[in-house]
């Protein structure tokens, strides 16, 4: 398979930081990636890095096969970048601005104009296009950021912290704008974030960055399984009434270690997934279960393990 972004053993050292260490990272082609970490976990050096902007200290990054860091310009006529801090012309209106854009990337105009109506179409700011951009809100400037990443037509969009500072509202707008990009426009899209509940809904992959390395990577639940490894498969079941014997009968079924009682409340330590014996046990013994949870390996547990200074 071919990534379309690559890393291998990538690390970067300032001075005596090491922001980015040894880091492998690996993007599909049409994925939404979400690189996620707390504040200086690493995560724009990466980027700086995948973009050829800074040269790693060892080891290489490529995108769609080409090295970021001897082969730059290959890698930039493919990729859109919207840094953190995206600044336009405020006293240019939107339209200026990413004729601005297109111009700097040899865009003709003719051919520009139409991709720039289309795109602040997409984004949702056509009606608003003849306006000075330094009376848009800080969501509407994002959502102009997002159609400065499309005007270039890229395959791959690189997006650093782009919920940042925008009310619940405008993330939830950019959130979905995002993934209709990477859904319609099939757009392949890497998203850096330190607010892992906010970002993290609509990432099919992530990884998790925490002092430049990697932790872990995949879908969430993969993720907190990888992080997790070493603790316990907690099944919670609550049943319509309390009968502390039915442990006894529980206990025969392959696979559970323990079982705590807590009223109609049981905690099952397993060693496998024994839910249906559970629940076909349970109910066999005139009991029902009410409620029947997995408690995997949350959201919540990678959060307080990594963001919580974030
Ligand atoms: N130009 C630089 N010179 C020296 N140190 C740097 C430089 N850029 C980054 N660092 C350090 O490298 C580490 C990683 O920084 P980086 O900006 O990549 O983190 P980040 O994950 O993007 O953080 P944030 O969420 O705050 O944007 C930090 O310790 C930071 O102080
Ligand atoms: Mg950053």
Redesign the pocket.
């Known amino acids: 398979m071919e990534w379309v972004v690559e890393a291998e053993n990538l690390t970067k050292v300032?001075?005596d930081?090491k922001?980015v260490d040894n880091l492998n990272l690996h993007i599909k082609e049409g994925e939404i990636y979400g690189l996620l970490?707390?504040?200086?976990?690493?995560?724009?050096?990466?980027i700086l890095m995948m973009l050829g902007l800074t040269e790693p200290t060892s080891g290489k990054i490529k995108v769609y096969g080409y090295n970021s860091t001897t082969e730059p310009l290959k890698v930039k006529r493919v990729t859109s970048y919207l840094p953190?801090n995206v600044g336009f012309y405020e006293d240019l209106t939107a339209f200026e601005n990413l004729l601005y854009l297109t111009r700097l990337n040899s865009i003709p105009d003719k051919e520009a104009e139409k991709k720039i109506e289309e795109v602040l179409g997409i984004v949702g700011l056509s009606d608003v296009k003849g306006r000075e951009v330094g009376t848009y809100s800080k969501g509407m400037k994002q959502r102009l950021g997002m159609a400065a990443v499309l005007v270039k037509s890229p395959k791959l969009a690189i997006l650093d912290?782009p919920t940042t500072g925008i009310d619940p509202e405008g993330v939830e707008e950019l959130l979905a704008l995002i993934k209709k990009m990477s859904r319609e426009q099939h757009i392949t899209i890497l998203l850096?974030s330190?607010l892992l509940y906010q970002v993290q809904r609509i990432c099919d992959r992530v990884g998790i960055?925490y002092k430049?390395k990697l932790q872990a990577e995949g879908t969430i639940e993969e993720v907190g399984k990888q992080i997790f490894k070493d603790t316990e498969d907690v099944l919670e079941v609550v049943l319509n009434k309390e009968k502390p014997e039915i442990v006894e009968d529980l206990k025969k079924i392959e696979g559970i270690r323990e079982i705590k009682v807590d009223g109609p409340r049981l905690r099952i330590i397993e060693e496998k997934d024994v839910r249906e014996p559970v629940v076909r046990n349970i109910i066999n013994t005139g009991l029902l279960p009410l409620e029947i949870k997995k408690e995997g390996y949350s959201l919540e547990e990678i959060y307080l393990k990594y963001f919580q200074e974030?």
């Open positions: 300032y001075q930081v922001a970490g707390p504040n200086g976990a690493g995560k724009t050096t990466t953190e912290e850096s330190h960055l430049g974030g």
